[in-house]
């Protein structure tokens, strides 16, 4: 039965069916249990599959030189265009650590300008508080003092604020540019690892 359900699938193969199955050999063969026929057939194809592993050809020692000569020539491509995306990378991070120095002179310089202006605006406080001093007995005076406290108070409290945000605006700057520096380095080394 074994050689009987064997050549049926041999011959359904033959006849143009690369992969039958058990129900096309059973009715090649006319009936018989799907029971019977599917580990012969298990067994069966697991042969072919076998013979199939043996039959297959190794690749000729030309077709193999120009495989390796032309996954050389892609590797190079490869390489190229890497070491093209890095130096415009490390271009990039330099004129953008360039721009970030600018920006934190400009806001050091605007720090240092914002501290005379608060050190001038102290002076006028303190000059202030002598002269309400001298002056109690002068309510109209006193009252356009403390007019003018009010005003520089809240310009000393908008300047204050200008300062602090400045301050902020350094320290973001000071992050940025160690973030590039760090990248900078990093796309540095990664293309002296690239080139090795």
């Known amino acids: 039965m074994v050689r009987r359900i064997e050549d049926a699938a041999a011959a359904l193969i033959a006849a143009g069916t690369p992969n039958p199955t058990n129900a096309q050999v059973r009715d090649h063969l006319g009936g018989g249990s ?12 697991a042969r072919q599959r076998e013979l199939g592993r043996e039959d297959t050809l190794p690749i000729p020692p030309e077709l193999q030189q120009l495989l390796t000569g032309q996954l050389a020539l892609l590797w190079q491509a490869a390489v190229q265009q890497a070491e093209a995306g890095a130096l415009a990378a490390r271009e990039q991070a330099d004129a953008d650590i ?16 914002l501290e005379s202006e ?15 001093q001298q002056e109690t007995g002068l309510r109209e005076h006193t009252i356009s003092l403390r007019e003018e406290v009010v005003r520089q108070q809240t310009r ?5 604020a200008q300062l602090q945000d400045s301050r902020e605006e350094v320290k973001t700057l000071r992050v940025s540019e160690k973030a590039l520096q760090a990248e900078l380095l990093a796309l540095a080394r990664n293309d002296g690892k690239a080139k090795k």
């Open 156 to 160: 000393n409290e908008h300047l204050s």
């Open 98 to 113: 360039e721009q970030a120095d600018l920006e934190r002179d400009a806001a050091l310089a605007k720090v240092a300008e």
């Open 34 to 45: 799907l029971g019977t026929i599917s580990p012969v057939m298990r067994a069966f194809r």
């Open 118 to 132: 608060l050190a001038v605006l102290r002076e006028v406080q303190a000059e202030r508080d002598r002269l309400l």
